[in-house]
């Protein structure tokens, strides 16, 4: 199970960061862990991914620079810090894992598990 939580209201330009927390497996049993976003109206869209097993991490050129993904084995927990909001990063946000290593930030349906979201709200 995926636990996200971390979401609120913010103004423009503030910090919020996201956890998502497993429960009945570790991070290492995938080989990916995403962050992803759905926008009322909107597809869902890939934010960040971080790999695994060297810890690579890859950014939606929209986030690039103002989001952070890290993860931290010992708590099985992985987060998402947010800075520099923008009213257009207003979205529910979920994470999801991959077994494969194969989803990125595009294929959503290689993701095998997924949490409930949270919803992040961006003020002007």
């Known amino acids: 199970q995926l636990q996200a939580s971390g979401g609120g209201l913010v103004q423009t330009g503030g910090s919020l960061r996201l956890s998502c927390a497993a429960s009945g497996f570790t991070f290492d049993d995938y080989a990916m862990i995403a962050w992803f976003r759905q926008a009322p109206g909107k597809e869902r869209e890939g934010v960040s991914c971080i790999k695994s097993g060297d810890g690579d991490s890859y950014y939606a050129d929209a986030v690039k620079g103002r989001f952070t993904i890290s993860s931290d084995n010992a708590k099985n927990t992985v987060y998402l810090q947010m800075n520099s909001l923008k009213p257009e990063d207003t979205a529910v946000y979920y994470c999801?894992?991959?077994?494969?290593?194969?989803?990125?930030?595009?294929?959503?349906?290689?993701?095998?598990?997924w949490g409930q979201g949270t919803l992040v709200t961006v003020s002007s």
């Open positions: 999801a894992v991959d077994s494969h290593g194969m989803g990125f930030l595009n294929w959503v349906d290689e993701y095998d598990y």
